[in-house]
């Protein structure tokens, strides 16, 4: 991997800026929420106490951005809105005050773009549980243009020779997936089911098994299983084909099932593939809200089931140099931003192997 993009640029003490700031910028904009996206010019916005520019250079496609441009959940953003909480990008600007970043940094700016740093939960690590957190391409603008507005604090660096198409979906399917299998448990041996092998699953099968974790993989395309193998699964359900909670009960049930398919009844499967004692992780958000699971086997077989959102960034860090040890392999492609379109009917369609992300 090689690290010749980026800019050394030696800082005076009172420099803010590395170039002149721009005064509008193409970005990806979700007027309402029944349209398409729209490609256009916006304005820049000038920056306030503690934020910095960003000039993005890659930005991941996450289904998150495709249910927040339909406005599928129950909170749900304020269009017009620019999506994306995958960008990553260099340091061009900084706001009055802002040290904790320097201007040539290259820097993620994940779903998680600002916490009050105080609350119980900030404190205690959990600053993702913050309720005055403000989100990346939701609450606030997010990655999809050629400039992004980021708090300074909440961004994270990311590590010289990762490269910064990799580096965007990190951002948020790796450390949503690592931070998955850290709540799960997962401890050498174990059997961890993960359904779903997209963005999402293709990482969290490369963390569960550098946890120690003897994984299986659910999908229901079986080119997605093969990626699932070469990734180190080592077995594969195809769920179209074989009911994937026989199949894993047959193997001894699993110690964890991390539910990554944006579709209820694989939750309800990931829930039946568990052995007794077995912790079901729920990760992916379906537009469609409920599951059903029964109370008398999750009582009796000693079940626990949690959510888990995202990671803080002390995660993300973790996901960088785990990547930059070449622990992690990111499956993505590239596609110009033009065609965010066409690129998330791609990903709804199931036509996608993992990542989009997207060129500025
Ligand atoms: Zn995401
Ligand atoms: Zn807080």
Redo the contacts with the bound molecule.
Sequence with gaps: MSNSTVEHITIEPQAVSSEPSPRTYRAAVVRDFHSPLSVEQVAAAELTAGQVRVRVEASGLCHTDIHAAHGDWPVKPSPPFVPGHEGVGIVVELGPGETGVAVGDRVAMPWLGY?????E??VSGW?TL????KNTGYSIDGGFGEYAVAFGRYVVRVPDGIDPFDAAPLSCAGVTTYKAVKVAGTRSSDLVAVFGVGGLGHLAIQYAAIAGGRVIAVDIHDEKLDLARELGAEFTVNAAKEDPVEAIQRLGGADQAIALAVSPRAFEQAYGSLRRGGTLVMVALPADNEVRLPIFQTVLNGITIRGSIVGTRTDLRDVFELHGAGRTRVIRETRPLDDVNEAMADVEAGRVAARIVFEP
């Design positions: 916490a009050c740093g105080a609350c939960h900030c600053e913050c309720l005055e957190q």
